[in-house]
T-cell receptor
Framework: GENVEQHPSTLSVQEGDSAVIKCTYS??????FPWYKQELGKGPQLIID?????GEKKDQRIAVTLNKTAKHFSLHITETQPEDSAVYFC????????????FGPGTRLSVLP | KAGVTQTPRYLIKTRGQQVTLSCSPI?????VSWYQQTPGQGLQFLFE???????NKGNFPGRFSGRQFSNSRSEMNVSTLELGDSALYLC???????????????FGPGTRLTVT
């Protein structure tokens, strides 16, 4: 079945620096890759997503890139702020029908002021 | 639009009991998925309901079940609770339609279940 790996498990950056989180997936049939941000005591919040027919997508300070051949996708956060501190999860869809996703184990991002 | 709501937010139960959790999706969303989140196993898919029918199911024992009502609200039930069932149970809704394709999904705040 699908397996999603995520690195690093923890990441500390200085405010204003960039942060990059990388994920790999195993199922070549996966075609939708969302990223979620989870703050303490809250549910995961969808922050950006990308489909397999697109190589890159950007939304203000957040961007996601996808390399289908290598089965890699990455989250890039520029000009980090303390409020970016949270756990970030990547996910990959299973198949092309229905809402069935496999999630990575998460990355705890700390932005130091 | 109001987001996904889940009730109750916190629950304490004893081993052997059963529990029912409730989820109201975003207005207009007909797909509801349930996930279990634990520190050890992370986020794991339980099942998805669309138009009152279970469409997908994860790898969980039959003690975990769910249903969806005609207004798209969903409930999940866990019978004969075990200590290992302690987790954050998350509900997610999606604007998915009846045809193939994968859609974005939006999570609720979760129900924290503690089994003692």
């Amino acid at each position: 079945g699908e397996n999603v790996e995520q690195h690093p498990s923890t990441l500390s950056v200085q405010e204003g620096d960039s942060a990059v989180i990388k994920c790999t997936y195993s199922d070549s049939a996966s075609n939708y890759f969302p990223w979620y941000k989870q703050e303490l005591g809250k549910g995961p919040q969808l922050i950006i997503d990308i489909r397999s027919n697109v190589g890159e997508k950007k939304d203000q300070r957040i961007a996601v890139t996808l390399n289908k051949t290598a089965k890699h996708f990455s989250l890039h956060i520029t000009e980090t702020q303390p409020e970016d501190s949270a756990v970030y999860f990547c996910a990959a869809s299973i198949g092309n029908y229905g809402q069935n996703f496999v999630f990575g184990p998460g990355t705890r991002l700390s932005v130091l002021p | 639009k109001a987001g996904v709501t889940q009730t109750p937010r916190y629950l304490i139960k004893t081993r052997g009991q059963q529990v029912t959790l409730s989820c109201s999706p975003i207005s207009g969303h007909r797909s509801v998925s349930w996930y279990q989140q634990t520190p050890g196993q992370g986020l794991q898919f339980l099942f998805e309901y669309f138009s009152e029918t279970q469409r997908n199911k994860g790898n969980f024992p039959g003690r975990f079940s769910g249903r969806q009502f005609s207004n798209s609200r969903s409930e999940m039930n866990v019978s004969t609770l075990e200590l290992g069932d302690s987790a954050l149970y998350l509900c997610a809704s999606s604007p998915r339609g009846p045809t193939s394709g994968v859609y974005e999904q939006y999570f609720g705040p979760g129900t924290r279940l503690t089994v003692t």
